[in-house]
Nanobody, 119 residues
Framework: QVQLVESGGGLVQPGGSLRLSCTSS????????MGWYRQAPGKQRELVAA???????NYADSVKGRFTISRDNAKNTVYLRMNSLKPEDTAVYYC?????????????WGQGTQVTVSS
């Protein structure tokens, strides 16, 4: 079982920055993949950025060059630094962790944090 606690969302003007944090109850070395998804009203949840195997990262094309995912292993925390925010980045952002045990893949989600980009 993995519990994920997110923080850092809020209201920001276009062009501004925010940093989201996601702290895991489990040592992140034992997590196979960990990252961020978002869901805007009326849209499907989509990948934003994630660590996949090892230190490999994967970003949505829409955020490349603006968002950076990072982690602090000692704190079991993954961050999402979001720069040059646009109104279309407005969404609920969810932290996700994937743990593979044998042939079974377990997906864990945080409660979500709202990011609103508006003037």
């Amino acid at each position: 079982q993995v519990q994920l606690v997110e923080s850092g969302g809020g209201l920001v003007q276009p062009g501004g920055s925010l940093r989201l944090s996601c702290t895991s109850s489990r040592n992140i070395f034992s997590i196979n993949a960990m990252g961020w998804y978002r869901q805007a009203p009326g849209k499907q949840r989509e990948l934003v950025a994630a660590f996949t195997s090892g230190s490999n990262t994967n970003y949505a094309d829409s955020v490349k060059g603006r968002f950076t995912i990072s982690r602090d292993n000692a704190k079991n925390t993954v961050y999402l630094r979001m720069n040059s925010l646009k109104p279309e980045d407005t969404a609920v952002y969810y932290c996700n962790a994937v743990v593979v045990a044998g042939r079974v893949e377990y997906d864990y989600w945080g409660q979500g944090t709202q990011v609103t980009v508006s003037s």
